[in-house]
């Protein structure tokens, strides 16, 4: 269900097979999935379907101020609500700010549970798999922090 803010910003509708984000090209606001559905890729992997009326893209690519690290596509025809000013938007109406804060939480939520089911896996073996435990507990307690992100076409010297 949409919050009653959104009800009063532009609607966009698509076919199905139309992208509405592309991974490494600069947003031009938020996207609000009104109905349809949506898969996101990354690299063109599908990761992810989103169906629920409600939810939000492109939101890590504006609260992060960088290019998207996904694409998302239409599976489905869909409609959106398009905010292209998302600061200004959010600082009217907190509650989209409360949702999406919610949102990312359950992300977080999810991706831990997954990590710490991948550290259980992987724990007690004395080979290179053995070595995930020590990524994924570094990676768990490391203080986020700005790095910029390599393009595909970088190369390590």
Known sequence: MLAPA??????????AGQ???????????????????????????????VFEAGAVLGEMSWLLDTVPTAT?????????RHVAEPA???????????????????RVDSLGRYL????????????????IDEVLDSLMHKHPR?????SSGDVES
């Open 6 to 15: 959104l009800l009063q910003v532009p609607q966009l509708t698509l076919a």
């Open 19 to 49: 992208t509405v984000i592309t991974e490494g090209r600069p947003i031009d606001g938020l996207y609000f999935l009104e109905a349809g559905e949506v898969e996101v890729l990354k690299r063109g992997v599908p990761i992810a379907e």
């Open 72 to 80: 998302v596509r239409t599976l489905t025809p869909c409609t959106f």
């Open 88 to 106: 200004a938007f959010v600082q009217r109406h907190p509650e989209i700010a409360l949702g999406i804060a919610r949102t990312l939480a359950q």
């Open 116 to 131: 710490v089911d991948i550290k259980n896996q992987f724990k007690d073996r004395s080979d290179h798999l053995g070595m």
């Open 146 to 150: 700005k790095i910029p992100r390599r």
